[in-house]
T-cell receptor
């Protein structure tokens, strides 16, 4: 099956610092990747759609200057949380569509990254 | 605002029973529907997807879709303690192709008691 690897799985940082999270599709190419955020006991909320070679599309209410997304290749997307604050503490999950199987509509999820901002 | 609603639970069933999970969605144009299972602290994993009205069976799991009623459900037969998790209903409300957007419900916490 398609595997999406996300790194780091856990990160603790000080308020005001920036954190980068990587999402890689290991055995397939992904022209589109998605970044979700999940607060405790809440559902996954889509933050942005990351398109290879072009700018990400952000959902309403998500600050594009705070959550920087780069999708420079067909297998890698990165999310950088800039000037992190405690309210940014959350579970960040990336997902990807297999470019060769986009008609299935299936998303493959990474393992998630738990960010704690002190 | 396209919404996906699930019975919030928690749902508790004894081992061996049938667990029934329900989901409704607001966007009548939705094309595909997914059920994910999420264990605490982990990312979601796909259980089933369904596109057409009716039932789709895979092992102990059966997904049911009724587009007229904008309703999708998941039945788990012979429930096992290892099925205890949060079940997320997800709906693709995009119009197709590159316009793809998966909207998740808040999830239903299922507990299967030994």
């Amino acid at each position: 099956g398609a595997v999406v690897s996300q790194h780091p799985s856990r990160v603790i940082c000080k308020s005001g610092t920036s954190v980068k999270i990587e999402c890689r599709s290991l055995d397939f190419q992904a022209t589109t990747m998605f970044w979700y955020r999940q607060f405790p006991k809440q559902s996954l909320m889509l933050m942005a759609t990351s398109n290879e070679g072009s700018k990400a599309t952000y959902e309403q209410g998500v600050e594009k200057d705070k959550f920087l997304i780069n999708h420079a290749s067909l297998t890698l997307s990165t999310l950088t949380v800039t000037s992190a604050h405690p309210e940014d503490s959350s579970f960040y999950i990336c997902s990807a569509r297999d470019s060769d199987r986009e008609n299935t509509g299936e998303l493959f999820f990474g393992e998630g990254s738990r960010l704690t901002v002190l | 605002q396209k919404e996906v609603e699930q019975n919030s639970g928690p749902l508790s069933v004894p081992e061996g029973a049938i667990a029934s999970l329900n989901c409704t969605y607001s966007d009548r144009g939705s094309q595909s529907f997914f059920w994910y299972r999420q264990y605490s602290g982990k990312s979601p994993e796909l259980i089933m997807f369904i596109y057409s009205n009716g039932d789709k069976e895979d092992g102990r799991f059966t997904a049911q879709l009724n587009k007229a009623s904008q309703y999708v459900s998941l039945l788990i037969r012979d429930s096992q303690p290892s099925d205890s998790a949060t079940y997320l209903c997800a709906v693709n409300s995009g119009s197709g192709g590159s316009n793809y957007k998966l909207t998740f419900g808040k999830g239903t916490l299922l507990t299967v008691n030994p």
